[in-house]
């Protein structure tokens, strides 16, 4: 199904991906809740490993050709420094920043969570950039995958009968 995004989109699948993480995270035994709050959107804790966790949630739509488009996680740009405000909000609640990535495309969906001390050790890069990223080509989603600090879900959509036309 081709996708059209509305006006609306990029606040839509925000809250989108962060409900969807807070359920999955909820189904393994976190308390879970949305914050509104600069540098986290998430605060998990899990009664039985005391780990709690500051998440900020980055969601994408990609349209078709555009799969393999990098996910911005923190900006530099314009006085902006999304990396301290991570650090800042999760020393505030004395919690583990993490980060997840929500993306969809028009036939399936990934979901992927990890440490921001994983994603510096493993997938930052060793140059100093105005944006950090995400990469989503198939050689470092293959790399997610095979680590084990990289939590992942993998949606197939299957859709019947969602004409408009």
Request: proline residues 1%; charged residues 30%; positive net charge.
């Amino acid at each position: 199904m081709e996708i059209e995004k509305s006006s609306r989109h990029q606040k839509i699948i925000g809250n989108f991906g962060e409900n969807l993480i807070c359920n999955w995270l909820s189904r393994s035994g976190f308390e879970v809740t949305i914050v509104d709050h600069t540098g986290i959107d998430i605060i998990a804790y899990n009664k039985n490993s005391k780990k709690r966790i500051g998440i900020t949630v980055k969601s994408r739509t990609r349209l078709s050709g555009k799969e393999m488009e990098t996910v911005n996680i923190f900006s530099y740009q314009k006085n902006k420094n999304d990396r301290e405000k991570i650090i800042s909000a999760c020393e505030a609640f004395a919690c583990e920043p993490w980060i997840a990535v929500y993306v969809e495309t028009e036939e399936s969906a990934d979901i992927y969570l990890t440490s921001l001390a994983n994603y510096d050790e493993k997938y930052k890069g060793k140059n100093i950039k105005a944006i950090e990223d995400w990469k989503m080509t198939k050689n470092y989603t293959l790399r997610y995958e095979t680590d084990p600090e990289v939590k992942h879900i993998s949606i197939k959509f299957r859709w019947t009968n969602w004409s408009w036309e």
